[in-house]
């Protein structure tokens, strides 16, 4: 009997580490793969070629395959996007930490998450439509896809994730520091700026390396606004050039490359490349994190040169506020401008028929409903695959695993999966999904895509409710004598089930809201008829947006209303989070 | 003699709940004056008035007037009235930052730059607050590294540093050990020397020890004060004969 009970008790054991290694071995695997798909173009061109040769033009006469081109103008667009993200979204998180009364507060916070539900190729979407061209108008350029508008406006989308992380950061700060340095004389300013940001300093550089991170894994919004011209900028300063990034290449070229050919083999070695990017910022993250927090500090500020004379700290503290409030208002001013733009024009083209009829004439005419139900398809499927392996990968590392090695490797490839950008998931299923195993453009490849995107956040979200659920309850089954497995199925996956599913539902919205995943791998433009054959390819409302943008002249009240109903599929997903967390919460208790 | 700080029927409203009624107090230089009384009795609130810390909680507001000096803090400017009027927390509160860098945090903020200067500045006032020969060895480790006591003689010489007249404490003992607080006491018997010193004390034998002056105060009133050793031996209110004999609170 008892035997039988320790053979049940490992077997679930066993369960749950399958499930938390296969997200490792995911990550080790799409490695792997994309590593030997590129195989060939190192070898051929030679790593150093690659890496650094001047020219991009895999299909001249006579090719050429350097993308450092390419590699430029990641980090340049990166880097412009921090420029603007960094100082405005700091402004906001010290006005929502310190400075916004609390019913201000809970007016803004939510405001500046909405932004990050926001699709990214909505935001694509816009900036063609309105920033490109207001760019070009008030500058009067030829183009206004460029260097600028690319930054502006991952420097908007990487703005979420800085201001709600920092603020986090910032509000841990005891409150014991602010009210000693108050006490010592210091002004507000002087208190934020000299106490509680340098206390806060690791979770504010962690801030804003999850914001890098955000911006170099960026494709659809960048490929729609950046012009795409390979070339480094000239003068380097020059940021009305047109750019082009690692992620943009792979998004325009994959989907017209021949399998097999040196152009395709090129184009694994770009997103092997952009993988090893993202992987170094993450190391250099949790390196500079463990330095703060050790309190050796990695850049020591020089103090700034002694002006002539001393600016008094009342005009300082004046300037600086003025700084806050107008950062955090720019900030809102940005999402009523995004959101009014889109509405406004696209409210009036959201008709029944719109609704509920398949698209006629390229888009121009008829409705989205096929999009609709495959958003749908794919989204729900994905999370049929995720939810599973998620919950046993959490479960696993939070009820099971002590602080082993076996662990932090564990660890370590989920921080992986959950830093790779979104591309890198289409390029590794259109390889190997869609043409290796030879499933062709379907339904099931997007859903496993989409799944390994969203399966880190759902680890994530269900460790914290089961790290919510207290000791005592645990305690208490034991001391009944329930096993662990018992336990855990019975009593602590029950009081955690809140959050696991809030979790599951928020991935549900960013699932539906992403193009490039699935945009090799599930997605054709027009599609007459609803399927539900997994081995069938879908439409998807991202995708749709994305083809009538950039390729179907004279649709933009289709565009608009396209936009709309994402942006309200996506609301719906977030606010049913929102309010199952509450209700859920109020039936447990 | 004008005392440095008075309060003139000073009351205190915490949205509608009337905190502190009708305080009348002056708080004479040079000496240490102790506040006494059970929890809740407003204690604390008083002496965060003092350097408007109460400005910090929203919906506070104040009548009456509370003198520095002759000049109502609400026309002084918040901030400098802090510099002038510092304050020793509850719980020592050191910055995550060096020993030295706490102390300079100070004399920084308040536009001193030159380094000897500076230098200077954090000796005397780790002298002052009897702390030096204990850290001198380690200025530039984190203050997090020392003991409780030591946190809190550290979080002393921090508020000494900017100069203060007056030095509010609230409770500074409170989550000390005897040792640690039998320093702490003698420290504040030097301090009385230089500054004035308000304590906000839970412990009777505190405020016999180390005070010239003490007021008792129950319900947000304040029900008399005194001269300790006079309040200690022959209490003119019933309440605070009661309070000292330990009947209640």
């Known amino acids: ?589 | 003699m004008t005392p440095i700080l008075e309060a003139k029927n000073l009351s205190l409203f915490y949205g509608q709940k009337q905190a502190l009624f009708d305080v009348s107090f002056p708080f004479e230089e040079h000496a240490v004056t102790a506040l006494i009384g059970p929890s809740g009795c407003g204690k604390s609130t008083l002496l965060r008035c003092m350097n408007r810390m109460n400005d910090l909680i929203p919906n506070c507001r104040i009548e009456g007037n509370l003198l520095f000096k002759g000049k109502d803090i609400r026309d002084c400017d918040a901030v400098s009235l802090r510099k002038d009027i510092g304050m020793v927390f509850q719980r020592p509160n050191p910055f995550p930052k060096s020993i030295y860098d706490n102390i300079a945090y100070g004399p920084k903020v308040h536009g001193i730059k030159n380094k000897n200067t500076l230098d200077e500045i954090v000796e005397e006032c780790l002298k002052k607050a009897v702390l030096y020969d204990e850290v001198k060895d380690r200025l530039h480790e984190s203050a997090l590294g020392l003991s409780g006591g030591q946190q809190q003689r550290l979080c002393i010489a921090r508020s000494l540093a900017v100069n203060p007249e007056v030095i509010l404490m609230d409770e500074p003992c409170s989550a000390l050990d005897p040792i640690a607080t039998a320093k702490i006491e003698n420290l504040i018997g030097d301090l009385q020397k230089e500054y004035t010193v308000l304590i906000v004390t839970h412990s009777m034998q505190q405020a016999a020890r180390v005070s010239d002056i003490t007021g008792f105060m129950y319900m947000g009133k304040l029900i008399e004060y005194g001269e300790t050793p006079q309040m200690f031996s022959c209490p003119q209110n019933e309440l605070t004969e009661k309070y000292i004999t330990g009947r209640f609170g």
């Open chain 1, 1 to 589: 009997m008892r035997k039988i009970t320790n053979w049940k008790e490992s077997g679930i054991r066993g369960v749950w580490f399958t499930s938390a290694l296969f997200a490792s071995l995911a990550v080790i695997f799409i490695l792997g793969y994309l590593l030997i798909t590129a195989l060939p173009a190192f070898l051929e061109v030679g790593i150093f070629e690659f890496l650094f040769g001047a020219e991009w033009n895999p299909t001249g006469s006579t090719p050429s395959y350097g993308i450092s081109a390419l590699i430029v103008g990641t980090l340049l667009v990166t880097a412009g996007a921090m420029l603007i993200a960094v100082p405005l979204g700091l402004l906001t998180a010290v006005f929502l930490a310190y400075v916004a009364p609390k019913k201000l507060r809970d007016a803004v916070k939510p405001a500046v998450e909405l932004l990050a539900g926001i699709p990214s190729v909505v935001y694509g979407f816009f900036g063609m439509l309105v920033l490109c061209s207001f760019l070009q108008r008030t500058l009067d350029i030829p183009s206004g896809f460029s260097w600028a508008a690319a930054s502006v406006l991952l420097g908007i989308m990487a703005l979420p994730t800085i201001v709600s992380v920092s603020e986090d950061a910032l509000s841990a700060v005891p409150k014991d520091f602010r009210e000693a340095s108050l006490g010592l004389g210091a002004t507000r300013f002087q208190t934020i700026s000299r106490v509680l940001l340098p206390a806060a300093a690791s979770g504010i550089s962690a801030a804003v390396v999850l914001g890098m991170g955000r911006a170099i894994g960026e494709t659809m919004a960048v490929m729609m606004v950046a012009g795409n011209s390979a070339i480094i900028p000239s003068p380097l300063w020059d940021i009305l050039s047109p750019i082009r990034t690692l992620t943009a290449t792979l998004g325009i070229e994959l989907a017209e490359v021949s399998a097999g050919s040196m152009h395709y083999h090129a184009l694994f070695g770009i997103a092997v490349i952009l993988l090893v990017i993202t992987l170094l910022v993450n190391l250099a993250s949790r390196f500079v994190t463990k330095r703060i927090e050790q309190g050796k500090a990695l850049f020591v500020l020089p103090s700034l040169p002694s002006l002539p004379f001393r600016i008094s700290p009342r005009i300082t503290e004046k300037a600086a506020f003025a700084g806050i409030y107008l950062g955090t208002f720019a900030v809102l001013a940005v999402l009523a401008v995004i959101l009014g733009n889109i509405f406004i024009n696209g409210i009036p083209a959201v008709t029944w028929e719109f609704l509920t009829e398949s698209p006629k004439d390229l888009g121009r005419a008829g409705g989205i409903f096929p999009a609709i139900i495959g958003t749908l398809e794919l989204v729900f499927g994905a999370i049929l695959i995720a939810l599973p392996i998620g919950i046993g990968a959490a479960v696993y590392l939070n009820e099971y695993a002590g602080s082993s090695r076996i662990t932090s490797l564990l660890r370590t490839g989920i921080d992986l999966l959950s830093g790779t950008p979104s591309i890198v998931f289409g390029v590794f299923g259109f390889a190997f999904l869609v043409l290796f195993l030879g499933w062709g453009i379907s339904l099931l490849a997007g859903m496993i895509c989409l799944a390994l995107m969203i399966l880190p956040t759902i680890i994530k979200t269900t460790e914290e409710a089961l790290k919510a659920v207290p000791q005592s309850l645990r305690e208490a089954s034991f001391g009944l004598g329930a096993t662990r497995s018992q336990t855990i199925l019975q009593v602590v996956l029950p009081a955690a089930a809140s959050g696991i599913i809030t979790g599951a539902v928020l991935s549900l919205g960013r699932a539906a809201g992403e193009t490039a995943p699935i945009m090799f791998t599930a997605v054709v433009f027009s599609k007459r008829f609803i399927t539900s054959d997994l081995f069938e390819p879908v439409m998807a409302l991202p995708f749709h947006l994305y083809v009538l943008t950039t390729s179907v002249p004279n649709t933009e009240p289709q565009q608009y209303a396209t936009a709309v109903v994402l942006i309200c599929l996506v609301a719906v997903f977030y606010i049913a989070a929102a309010v199952l967390r509450r209700k859920l919460q109020k039936n447990l208790s």
